[in-house]
């Protein structure tokens, strides 16, 4: 979306604050699940890069009073963390060619290998009674309550990363308008319903955010390649201090696209999902949503009432308004989980040791006749 959060503008004008603490009006891929090379493509603050062990009560870096969860694992190992994506059904609409997915209704998670690594990863959810805290970043000290709901996780898997803090569009961003896949065609930023004062007031009435100028909504696929970016600026910084900078170079640091490599969904009912493979080096992004095809249709049919609603007159502070903003609300709750993340060393084949076993054993012959000869 080509839409300018006003906090944002403030801040591409003053340039006082780091993009990477805005709200929720953003998206990236951050933060790390694993990072054994030390690097920070993300551009993350060093606090959310540190090693740590799981958050399981025990260790200097376990806080379970405050739910803050311990940074990145950075040596072969199993490391948990606890999160939340924005809906139950995001990633199921990014399997429709029809509607695409908001990507602010996935949750996205970096992590980085230094070499070729057996990498698992299993998502589960809370549960219905599950009552806890998460962390905005990794090694961070903000906490969000998170209740735990009954829904069914998916995750996709993709070579590259989203920037840190980017829009699905990114004012003044044209590189990145040109490779963008699609938008949901329903949202109320769609192509399809450019910018004006009700689609405006649609958003801002449905997720809290406010905006100003022109955009869309969408751009995110849980089957395929996508690309993704954010706001160019002179003067605004990441996390860390370093300038954004104004490229619009594909990886050039505003604009990276994201190369499709699996999926796993949990089966109807189910409330864990994992998936096992073989990685190569590289920096590699997951994004967690759920697959209710139930709640993705009555989702889309809410913000199409919504979007008919403001063109008809109405307000979204009306009772129809508010009725249907809290409908749309309703369905992009906190939606809590577990990852679990194991990255260990490829196993030699079984045709390998079996190679080794003959040729020892070819030597052990050879030895054998010389002494005899």
């Known amino acids: ?53 799981t958050n399981n009560g025990t260790g200097a ?25 924005s809906s139950d059904y995001g990633w199921i609409q990014g ?27 299993t998502v ?17 000290t903000t906490s969000t309550p998170l209740t735990g709901l009954d829904w069914n996780p998916a995750f996709s898997i993709f070579k590259g990363l989203a920037p840190q803090s980017s829009h699905e569009g990114g004012a003044g961003n044209t590189t990145l308008a040109n490779n963008l896949p699609g938008y949901v065609s329903w949202g109320p930023y769609a192509s399809a319903q450019p ?31 996508w690309t993704g970016g954010r706001d160019v600026s002179t003067t605004a910084t990441y996390g860390n201090g370093n300038l954004i900078g104004t490229s619009l170079a594909l990886g050039g640091g505003n604009v990276s696209t994201l190369d499709y490599i699996d999926a796993a969904s949990s089966a109807p009912g189910g409330h864990t999902v ?31 009432a919504l979007a008919n609603h403001l063109a008809n007159g109405g307000t979204a502070a009306d009772a129809t308004g508010v009725l249907l903003s809290t409908a ?9 989980f577990t990852i679990q993340t194991t990255v260990a060393a490829v196993p030699v084949p079984a045709t390998v040791w079996l190679m080794i076993t003959g040729l020892m054993g070819l030597l052990g012959l050879q030895k054998r006749n010389k002494m005899v000869a």
């Open 328 to 336: 749309i609300a309703d369905l992009r709750k906190s939606y809590g």
């Open 95 to 121: 399997q429709d060619n029809t509607l695409w997915a908001n990507s602010h209704d996935n949750k996205g998670l970096a992590f980085s290998l230094t070499g070729t690594s057996l990498v698992s990863f």
């Open 274 to 304: 994992t998936w096992t493979g073989t990685l190569g080096p590289g920096d590699y992004s997951i994004w967690v949503g759920g697959t209710n095809a139930a709640n993705a249709a009555t989702q889309q049919n809410n913000y199409i």
């Open 195 to 225: 910018y004006t004062a009700g689609t405006d007031a649609t958003y801002e009435a449905t997720t809290g955010n406010t905006y100003t100028g022109n955009g869309t909504w969408g751009a995110y696929r849980s089957n395929a390649d």
């Open 61 to 85: 870096n376990a806080s379970p009073a405050t739910g803050t969860n311990v940074a990145t694992g950075t040596s072969y190992g199993t490391y948990t963390q606890t999160r939340a994506t």
């Open 124 to 140: 589960t959810t809370l549960g219905t009674a599950a009552s806890v805290l998460q962390t905005q970043a990794t090694g961070g």
């Open 1 to 53: 979306m080509k839409f300018r959060k006003n906090l944002v503008s403030a801040l591409l004008i003053g340039g006082a604050m780091a993009v990477s603490g805005q709200a929720s009006a953003h998206w990236s891929s951050g933060p790390f699940l694993y990072n054994d090379a030390g690097s920070n493509p993300l551009n993350l603050a060093n606090g959310n890069l540190a090693a740590g062990v």
